[in-house]
């Protein structure tokens, strides 16, 4: 079975520093994806940056960028320019790419806390 | 992107009562999910919606405890049966679009006293 460690359950940033939140995961898949998603205390799941496994290229979106380390079995999440919105209990989640069983695989959570 | 809405958005409800949930999409899409959040955890998927036919139910949960029905594509609801304090969590509705993303719905906070 597929697992996903967040060994951070919380992490604090300076506002408009860089941080880094760190996700690994266990699967003996080729084909699959992985997520961050962030939940603010509105409890929103919001979906953050994914990153397709046959992909090489590290995903970013705006602020966000992963590294992925596929071999390593790493997918940690750089926020830069921090920002008091960025405040949030954030998942890292793991997918199969193909097969019945392709459901989300949730972390525990990080909780970060950006101090201004 | 798709845009969820979940009813009610919270609620209080006595011990052994019933309370239904309702997700509505403003999209048709592929696969729909209702995923359990409890107090300061992870999520925790209860069961795939399946549009016109039973719900695929993980382990751990059961159709008796928690029914759901998806009669089309861009709606479902679960119910939690005979509710008892361990059952206050926030119950979250997801779908998987067309593109391979997965978004989530507001979620309903749910306290049984």
């Not at chain 1, 409890?43 to 990153?51: A, E, G, S, Y």
Request: aromatic share 10%; hydrophobic share 30%.
């Amino acid at each position: 079975a597929q697992t996903v460690t967040q060994s951070q359950p919380e992490m604090s940033v300076q506002e408009a520093e860089t941080v880094t939140l760190s996700c690994t995961y266990d699967t003996s898949e080729s084909d699959y994806y992985l997520f961050w998603y962030k939940q603010p205390p509105s409890r929103q799941m919001i979906l953050v940056i994914r990153q397709e496994a046959y992909k090489q290229q590290n995903a970013t979106e705006n602020r966000f960028s992963v590294n992925f380390q596929k071999a390593a079995k790493s997918f940690s999440l750089k926020i830069s320019d921090s920002q008091l919105g960025d405040a949030a209990m954030y998942f890292c989640a793991y997918r199969r790419g193909s097969g019945s069983a392709r459901q989300l695989t949730f972390g525990s959570g990080t909780q970060l806390t950006v101090l201004p | 992107s798709a845009v969820i809405s979940q009813k009610p958005s919270r609620d209080i409800c006595q011990r052994g009562t019933s309370l239904t949930i309702q997700c509505q999409v403003d999209s048709q899409v592929t696969m729909m999910f209702w995923y359990r959040q409890q107090p300061g955890q992870s999520l925790t998927l209860i069961a795939t919606a399946n549009q016109g036919s039973e719900a695929t139910y993980e382990s751990g949960f059961v159709i008796d405890k928690f029914p759901i029905s998806r009669p089309n594509l861009t709606f479902s609801t679960l119910t939690v049966s005979n509710m008892s304090p361990e059952d206050s969590s926030i119950y979250l509705c997801s779908v998987r679009t067309h593109y391979n993303e997965q978004f989530f719905g507001p979620g309903t906070r749910l306290t049984v006293l």
